[in-house]
């Protein structure tokens, strides 16, 4: 199984709203990331936890805040985000963040920021 | 850091005839190329990757050729089908000076390969 599950598929917010999305993985995989992708461009790195752990962050404005709370899950919560946050919001996976290895990536979320 | 850039930007073909995409990569520690194809809302899927250590490898239609030396490498596919059409990323992977990979992976801007029946 290869499957990373994210929720919601869409989610529409304000400005002022805050709310989460959510990624999960059963592979046993030790490194997950969030990417951000435009229409039409490619995914842009965001952040990367390695064993539970905040490993890179791509100075990504504070009203982007990641959590892993197992090596299963990890979050995203945003608050107070701006329209040009708008995007599809992606999660990956790999077995390891320290070596070459394929990223397994989710669905992804599309956000809508009015 | 790492750049990645990817040429064409669109691609037509008739179904039948090959595909090629290509990219280069600026910095020489990259040791990982994956190929993620991603069809219209859905997510990118790994279709084929090469290490630094391989010039080539194939996997049924797909082809993918490593040049270490002119840091490019390229996607081929073969006998197109329609069900082809999606936009195509290649990617590279920075290692750092221990051999280890920070697992970044750097894309380049996509190909949106269109083929006609």
């Known amino acids: 199984d290869t499957e990373v599950t994210q929720t919601p598929k869409h989610l529409v917010m304000g400005m002022t709203n805050k709310k989460s999305l959510k990624c999960e993985q059963h592979?046993?995989?030790?490194?997950m990331y969030w990417y951000k992708q435009k229409a039409k461009k490619p995914p842009e790195l965001m952040f990367v936890?390695?064993?539970?752990?905040?490993?890179i962050n791509e100075s990504v404005p504070s009203r982007f805040s990641p959590e892993c709370p197992n090596s299963s899950l990890l979050n995203l919560h945003l608050h107070a985000l701006q329209p040009e946050d708008s995007a599809l919001y992606l999660c990956?996976?790999?077995?390891?963040?320290?070596?070459?290895?394929?990223?397994?990536f989710g669905a992804g979320t599309r956000l809508s920021v009015l | 850091g790492e750049n990645v850039e990817q040429h064409p930007s669109t691609l037509s073909v008739q179904e039948g005839d090959s595909a090629v995409i290509k990219c280069t990569y600026s910095?020489?520690?990259?040791?990982?190329f994956p190929w993620y194809k991603q069809e219209l809302g859905k997510r990118p899927q790994l279709i084929i990757d090469?290490?630094?250590?391989?010039g080539e490898k194939k996997d049924q239609r797909i082809a993918v050729t490593l040049n270490k030396t002119a840091k490019h490498f390229s996607l081929h596919i073969t006998e197109t089908q329609p069900e082809d059409s999606a936009v195509y990323f290649c990617?590279?992977?920075?290692?750092?000076?221990?051999?280890?990979?920070?697992?970044?992976?750097?894309f380049g801007q996509g190909t949106i390969l269109t083929v006609h029946p």
């Open positions: 990956a996976s790999s077995q390891v963040h320290t070596a070459a290895n394929i990223q397994y």
């Open positions: 592979m046993g995989h030790r490194a």
């Open positions: 936890y390695s064993y539970e752990k905040l490993s």
């Open positions: 910095d020489s520690a990259s040791n990982y």
């Open positions: 090469i290490r630094s250590n391989v």
């Open positions: 990617a590279a992977i920075l290692s750092n000076a221990g051999g280890t990979s920070y697992g970044k992976l750097t």
